[in-house]
């Protein structure tokens, strides 16, 4: 399942990334 996540760098930058995750899975990994 593809899902848009909200990607926050440590520049204060908000950027949108499709992440793939299981599903039933949460997108818990915000920050890369």
């Keep these: 399942v ?3 996540v909200l990607d926050v ?3 204060g930058r908000v950027k ?3 992440k793939e995750v299981k599903e ?3 997108p ?3 920050a890369e």
């Design 28 to 30: 818990t990994d915000l």
């Design 24 to 26: 039933g899975e949460q």
């Design 16 to 18: 949108l990334s499709m």
């Design 9 to 11: 760098d440590n520049r």
């Design 2 to 4: 593809l899902v848009k």
